[in-house]
């Protein structure tokens, strides 16, 4: 599971202590204000675009239940009800169309394609159908990073065929080389809709932060159809959120734990003979299974040795071949699963 073990940094603790008020009140769906302020200001930052904090963003709780919730402030009507979702991917946004009465269509990522859907394979008379275009990168569980040009592309095809391109970017900012773009910096970003959560970057699983940014019409919706979900984060963690979102360098502090876990596998790995395909970024090392092995084969074997890695099949027919490691336990635990795996391969 993608939960890292790591400790919440203490500044972060102390703001919720700080904010837990005598009278809690119901928050509001639409947020705080200083905290879609402190968001745009973020946003604005780190992927250098203007969103505006009165009318295109809304804080979620943590990104999952608006990942999944979010097919059904969508009109999916037949003809157009088809979500497009990627194979293999999380979950998620696929159970959330399927519950909305969506049908879905699950596009490949194949390493041939560096993970990412072939556009140029999906027809005419599908755009037609499509009401929504999900991608997740940095990918959970390749690891694989899109370019910004990905982006414009879909970007573009979504405004041409009338869909909304939702992009998942819950790990923007665990990354070990060049910074992840984000969907929101394509030139025209009408249809585009990002998700994205402090869970990862500021190892806040458990507090349940995210946000939406998006179209004001998108917006509008979510603030419409939220109020009866009851989702908007308790004020004091929105609060303790603000302080998270204006400092940097526990992120970089974050990244640099990674990144040590990272090349202690990724050397065990590698001299254990193994192939780790895409994996640029993210908390996930996506393994190549031996030869003649399959995915729960191979993640038996681990298991029995008391590594723990997601079989790739579970994440997908076309996640088959392949295992995903997370880089969730300690530095000291991984170390340990090293030394395990060079004995065990
Ligand atoms: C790809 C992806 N998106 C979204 C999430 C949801 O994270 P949260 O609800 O904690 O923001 C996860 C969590 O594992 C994830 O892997």
Known sequence: MGDPNEETESFIR???????????????????????????????????????SEYELIPTLGSKEAIFTFAQVIDLRPPKNLVLVADPAYPVPERGA?????????????EANGFLPDLDSIK?????????????????????????SFYERLAALAIEHDFLLCSDEAYSEIYFGERPPSALQVPDRRNVVVFNTLSKRSSMTGYRSGFVASSREVIEALRSLRPTL????????????????????????????????RSVMLEAITKAGLHVAGSEATFFLWIAVPDGDTSQGFAKRLLEHGIVVAPGSFLGAHG??????AL?????????????????L
């Open 14 to 52: 102390k703001a919720v202590a700080a904010n837990l008020p005598k009278r809690c009140k119901y928050p509001r769906a639409i947020g705080l204000l200083e905290l879609r302020r402190a968001i745009a200001e973020w946003l604005d930052k780190r992927f250098d675009v203007s969103v505006d």
């Open 98 to 110: 399927r519950f909305a009465g969506a049908k879905v269509m699950r596009l490949p990522l194949t």
């Open 328 to 344: 969730v336990p300690t530095l000291e635990e991984c170390k340990h699963a090293a030394a395990l795996l060079g004995r065990l």
């Open 124 to 148: 005419a008379r599908t755009w037609k159908r499509t009401a929504i275009v999900w991608v997740n990168y940095p990918n959970n569980p390749t690891g694989a990073v899109a370019p910004l």
């Open 320 to 325: 088959e071949g392949y295992a995903r490691l």
């Open 230 to 261: 009851g989702t908007a984060p308790q004020e004091f963690i929105q609060l303790a959120s603000i302080k998270a979102w204006r400092d940097e360098t526990h992120v970089t502090r974050t990244r640099e734990r990674y990144r040590e876990k």
